[in-house]
């Protein structure tokens, strides 16, 4: 009997997939660059067994099932016979996984569970066979992106940048940030990221995204590269207003920006105003916020997190090991 344990973290797309050229392996319509969330993580568990491969929920303290539908399910089983036959697994497996975070509200649990995923499975591959080949973390993430886009970032700590087939890590000499994410919903998106993908491509505004994306990249590199925070802020600002106008022109439009949203937007632009800074801001495919915080700004940060629960009763805040002595 083997038994393997591997987990990855969730990340937080700066510069934002969103579109394919291929929907059959997950090819991006433009590069993206993330932070990974090393605080959000899904676990997966891999063990030998008989009969038909299943999923299980892994029941570990402080992990929560994710919310995995019967859909959900056979897109994680079918992601993994497909690596099983990439590394020649013939044994059948059970497939525990959970996330210590809320699944399936824009906290993209989809690419840390996919990226978990592919771990775990290399791991198993390499643990029940003498001769499984080497994977380098590059290779895992051009799989892991076949399962699921987002993840291939999910296999680099830190910062990561999507182009074409697989992620690599980057570095920047802003080596750690701060996250705060404004929970505001934690209820089921009515429109998968993936269908997302593909009602993006028939608004108008879509013809053009890839250049605005790819400026934005290089505007947002040399930003980092220069510590230019303020200008990170703008840009990363610009970029997720940029995805959220498509959605809300695509044909059927639809929409994940709330009251709430908004108002924690107006909030940071207020603060930005106040203190000439503040934290860069953005939101997934999803009503919830996400902050990030030079580790030099965790004061501010701190009065901040105070003002939005005084001033959004229902918001939740789950923040990164930075904030722990606030808690
Ligand atoms: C809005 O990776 O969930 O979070 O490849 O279809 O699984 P699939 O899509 P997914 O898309 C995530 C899109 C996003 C932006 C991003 O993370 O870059």
Redesign the pocket.
Known sequence: MSKVTESAPA?I?LI???G?TSSAD?TPTNP?L?WSLSHLVTEVEIESSSGEDRWEPLVKPGFDTPCLSEKGQQRFLKFASHLKSVWGVEQSVVIRSANNFPADCGI?S??SSFAALTKAMYAFARAVQAQAPEFSLEDLSRLSREG????CRSLFPGWAIWENQQAHAVEYPIPDVAHSLILLSEEKKTVS??E??RLVATSPRFKMRPERAKARLQSLDKALRSKNWVLCYGLVRDEYID?HELFETSEPAFSYRTDESKKADTLVQTLWREHHDGPIITM??GPNVHLLWRPDQLELAKEFHKKILNDMPSARLILSPHFMREL
């Open positions: 990340n797309a934002k997939y969103m394919k997950n993206s993330s993209a989809s690419a699921s886009g987002s993840s990221s993936s997302a993908h995805m997934d495919a």
